[in-house]
C-alpha cells in the first residue's frame, strides 16, 4: 500500500483530493472544522518536503454554479487551520487554472472551486479527470468520505499517474483500521451491530461472520430475531418479511462457531417518546402495548464482559434511541465499556453513521482506538465491497 511516506515531495506539485464538505452557516462560516483539520497532516507533510499542494473537493450538492457552494467560503477556515496563506482559484479546471498551478512555489497551498460545479465530476468523465490531472505531479486521495463513489477526483483521475499516486495519511489510516479488525485482528473479535433495522445491515452481518468470535445483535434488529425465535415483542420494531432471514443468520453464525449475542432484557415504554412510561422486562415477554426501546440492565452486563474480554471491537450502531435520553444508557453504557476494553490495550473502531454521532455526542471519541470518518464509505468497506476510490490507488 503506497503511502505518502513512499515518496519525497520536494520541488513536486501535489494534487490532493481532500474532504472540505464541511457545515457553513447562514453566513456562510464554517461551523465545524473537523474534515480540514483531518487533512492537516497530509498538507504538512507535502509542504514540510518543499512541495506545494492543489487541494481539491466537492462541497454539498450543487446543480451547477451556485455561489452558495462555492470554496471560497471556507479559505479564511483553511488558511486558520494550517496557518499560511491559501491561494484560490474560482474554477478547477482550465488555463486560468492551469497557469497558477503551474506558478505555485515550494511551501504553497492553491485551493480550486468546487468540483460538482460540474456534473463530470459525478459521472466520473475522463476528459474532466484528465483536466485536472495537468495540474499536479502527484496524485494523492485524502477523502475517504467519497472513496466508494467512482468520480472523476477521487477515482477516475488516478489513472493519469500511474506511479505517481498514493493515499494520504487519513484515508491510510482508514484503511489500516479496517484491516486490523476484519483481517490481521487479534482474537477475540466482537462485533457490536445495532440500528434500526436487519434490512440495512444484513450485507455487513454476512460480511463479518466469517472474521468474527463474537456478534452482539442490539437496537431495533433484536426484535425481528426474537420474534422469530418465538418470543412477544409487544410493539417493538419489526420487520416481518425478515424473520427467515433471522434464523438463517442464526443458523450461519453457529455453523462457522459464531456466538451471537441478544438483548435479554430491554426497557419497555408505552410509546414512542421521551417521557413515555417505561419497565424492565425480558427480551421475549414485551406486553401487547409496549416495545423494547433500549437494551436492559442484564444484557448490559453480559456485553460488558463479553467487550472486556475482546482483544478487538467493531461497533456500528447504536444499542437503543439513544436520541432520546431515557433511552440512551444503554448506547452510554456500551461506550464505556468499549473506552474501558480500549484502555486496557484492545483495538477499537467505530464506523459508519449512528453510532459515531452517539460516541461524539457522549464524549467517547477519544477513547475509541479509532473513529472513521466516512460514514457511507465505512458501511460499504464492511459490506466487504473494494471502493473504487481505494482500488484506483492500488491498480
Ligand atoms: P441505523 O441508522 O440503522 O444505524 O439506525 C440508527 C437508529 O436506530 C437510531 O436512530 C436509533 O434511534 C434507532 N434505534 C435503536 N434502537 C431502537 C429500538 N429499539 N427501536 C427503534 N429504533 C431504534
Keep these: 500500500m503506497k503511502t505518502l511516506n513512499d515518496f519525497n515531495f520536494n ?11 464541511v457545515p457553513l452557516d447562514e453566513n456562510f462560516n464554517v461551523t465545524d472544522a473537523t474534515r480540514i483539520e483531518a487533512a492537516k497532516p497530509t498538507i504538512d507533510k507535502i509542504l514540510n518536503d518543499g512541495g506545494s499542494v492543489i487541494l481539491m473537493s466537492h462541497l454539498g450538492r450543487p446543480k451547477g454554479v451556485e455561489a452558495k457552494y462555492s470554496l471560497q467560503h471556507i479559505v479564511a477556515k483553511t488558511e486558520e487551520v494550517l496557518g499560511k496563506k491559501v491561494q484560490f482559484v474560482d474554477d478547477c479546471i482550465g488555463e486560468k487554472v492551469e497557469e497558477v498551478a503551474k506558478n505555485l512555489k515550494p511551501g504553497e497551498v492553491l485551493l480550486l472551486e468546487n468540483l460538482r460545479f460540474y456534473a463530470e465530476e459525478e459521472n466520473g468523465d475522463v476528459a474532466f479527470a484528465e483536466k485536472l490531472s495537468k495540474l499536479g505531479d502527484v496524485y494523492v486521495n485524502d477523502a475517504f468520505g467519497t472513496a466508494h463513489r467512482a ?13 505517481d499516486k498514493c493515499f494520504g495519511y487519513l484515508l491510510a489510516k482508514e484503511i489500516e483500521s479496517i484491516n486490523k479488525v476484519l483481517s490481521d485482528s487479534e482474537k477475540p473479535v466482537t462485533a457490536i451491530l445495532g440500528g434500526s433495522k436487519v434490512s440495512s445491515k444484513i450485507t455487513i452481518i454476512e460480511n463479518i461472520l466469517d472474521k468474527v468470535n463474537h456478534m452482539i445483535i442490539g437496537g431495533g434488529m433484536t426484535f425481528t430475531f426474537i420474534k422469530a425465535l418465538g418470543g412477544k415483542i409487544g410493539n417493538s420494531i419489526c420487520e416481518d418479511d425478515k424473520l427467515e432471514l433471522a434464523i438463517e443468520i442464526l443458523k450461519k453464525a453457529k455453523e462457522k462457531g459464531v456466538q451471537i449475542h441478544l438483548p435479554v432484557d430491554v426497557i419497555a415504554a408505552d410509546a414512542f417518546a421521551n ?5 424492565i422486562v425480558d427480551v421475549n415477554q414485551i406486553p401487547d402495548g409496549w416495545q423494547g426501546l433500549d437494551a436492559g440492565p ?12 475482546s482483544k478487538t471491537i467493531l461497533w456500528n450502531g ?30 477499537s473502531l467505530v464506523g459508519g453513521g449512528d453510532s459515531v454521532a452517539a460516541v461524539k455526542q457522549f464524549g467517547f471519541e477519544e477513547k475509541m482506538s479509532y473513529v472513521s470518518t466516512g460514514g457511507g464509505a465505512m458501511l460499504e468497506m464492511l459490506e466487504g465491497r473494494t471502493l473504487p476510490g481505494i482500488a484506483a490507488i492500488l491498480d
Design 11 to 21: 520541488n513536486k506539485k501535489a494534487l490532493i483530493r481532500v474532504d472540505f464538505n
Design 151 to 163: 468520480h472523476a477526483s477521487t477515482t477516475i483521475v488516478a489513472q493519469f499517474f500511474p506511479n
Design 275 to 279: 417521557n413515555a412510561n417505561t419497565q
Design 298 to 309: 442484564k444484557s448490559l452486563e453480559i456485553f460488558r464482559r463479553l467487550i472486556l474480554d
Design 318 to 347: 447504536p444499542v437503543g434511541v439513544f436520541e432520546m435520553e431515557s433511552f440512551a444508557k444503554g448506547t452510554i453504557s456500551m461506550g464505556e465499556f468499549i473506552a474501558e476494553s480500549t484502555a486496557n490495550g484492545a483495538f
